[in-house]
Nanobody, 124 residues
C-alpha cells in the first residue's frame, strides 16, 4: 500500500561506500518496519537490514553487521542504508521494502510493499 522509490545505487570499487535512499509515500501509518533486501542474478532475494518505523530498532544480516547502517528520517518518510567496505560479492539489485506486521521475521513474504530496486555494482 505504501509507495517506495530507491536511489543512490551505482558503481563502486571494492572497499568503497554508497548510501542508498528510499523515499516512501506519506501513507506510512500502516508500516511497522522498513527493510532492505538484495538480489543477484540467479539467486534468491536476501535480507540485508531493517528498522522499525517508529522506534528505530535495527536488524542486520550477519554478513553486513559492522559495515552497513540503516537509519530513517520520519519527517521525510525516508529510510537510508549506509554501506561501507563493500565487497564484490555484494553486487546486486537492492530493494527497499515495507512490512505492515508488528511481529515479523525477515522473510521476503513479510514485506508487502516494494520499490523498483537500484543496482549496486562493486568492482574488484
Amino acid at each position: 500500500q505504501v509507495q517506495l522509490v530507491e536511489s543512490g545505487g551505482g558503481l563502486v570499487q571494492a572497499g568503497g561506500s554508497l548510501r542508498l535512499s528510499c523515499a516512501a509515500s506519506e501513507r506510512t501509518f500502516s508500516t511497522y518496519r522498513m527493510g532492505w533486501f538484495r538480489q543477484a542474478p540467479g539467486k534468491e532475494r536476501e535480507f540485508v537490514a531493517a528498522i522499525s518505523w517508529s522506534g528505530g530498532r535495527t536488524y542486520y544480516a550477519d554478513s553486513v553487521k559492522g559495515r552497513f547502517t540503516i537509519s530513517r528520517d520520519n519527517a521525510k518518510n525516508t529510510v537510508y542504508l549506509q554501506m561501507n567496505s563493500l565487497k564484490p560479492e555484494e553486487t546486486a539489485v537492492y530493494y527497499c521494502a515495507a512490512s505492515p506486521l508488528p511481529i515479523a521475521t525477515m522473510k521476503v513474504s513479510d514485506f508487502r510493499s516494494w520499490g523498483q530496486g537500484t543496482q549496486v555494482t562493486v568492482s574488484s
